[in-house]
T-cell receptor, first 116, second 113 residues
């Protein structure tokens, strides 16, 4: 299957700083990328959907000014957690999909963010 | 809003036991259904999916799932589990041509050797 990578795999930062997480589709072009958040022992919660070259669509309750998403190319999407606070500590997972709503979604390995 | 329910939070089985994990969804229209597995420390992997056609879907590693439209269910089954099946299992639903996929809360499966 297709491969999606995330970088970094884990990051620890101080409260108030910003953290950027990259998501790349390594062997295919992803017209749509998704960002999920997973709390310990809980399910994945969709944060936002982004299509290459357009603004991301955020789920209700997700602050778009706090979680900045840039889908600059067909193989790269970034999530920037701005002014991070301890409650932003979580596991962030991206997913990428080929064109077409019935295409399979491929998931990245996730990024563990810890805000001190 | 669409929701996905997984009835079992944690299932513990002995090797060779049969497995059935429940999944129900609330959306009444056309849906695409998925089961994903997340092994400890690894990323989500697709076990199987249903888009249309035969409601009994066979996936990888001996897993299968049955789509019962009248019950809004998509239960995952395996006749004989192995220790290596220990993992977290997630049911996911995508409405028709909508972009996003909604996940259930997950079921942790522990298989005792």
């Amino acid at each position: 299957g297709a491969v999606v990578s995330q970088h970094p795999s884990w990051v620890i930062c101080k409260s108030g700083t910003s953290v950027k997480i990259e998501c790349r589709s390594l062997d295919f072009q992803a017209t749509t990328m998704f960002w999920y958040r997973q709390f310990p022992k809980q399910s994945l919660m969709l944060m936002a959907t982004s299509n290459e070259g357009s603004k991301a669509t955020y789920e209700q309750g997700v602050e778009k000014d706090k979680f900045l998403i840039n889908h600059a190319s067909l193989t790269l999407s970034t999530l920037t957690v701005t002014s991070a606070h301890p409650e932003d500590s979580s596991f962030y997972i991206c997913s990428a999909r080929l064109a077409g709503a019935q295409s399979e979604q491929f998931f990245g390995p996730g990024t563990r963010l810890t805000v001190l | 809003a669409q929701s996905v329910s997984q009835h079992n939070h944690h299932v513990i089985l002995s090797e060779a036991a049969s497995l059935e994990l429940g999944c129900n969804y609330s959306y009444g229209g056309t849906v695409n259904l998925f089961w994903y597995v997340q092994y400890p420390g690894q990323h989500l992997q697709l076990l199987l999916k249903y888009f249309s056609g035969d409601p009994l879907v066979k996936g990888i590693k001996g897993f299968e799932a049955e789509f019962i439209k009248s019950k809004f269910s998509f239960n995952l089954r395996k006749p004989s589990v192995q220790w290596s099946d220990t993992a977290e299992y997630f049911c996911a639903v995508k409405e028709g041509n909508n972009n996003d996929m909604r996940f259930g809360a997950g079921t942790r499966l522990t298989v005792k050797p």
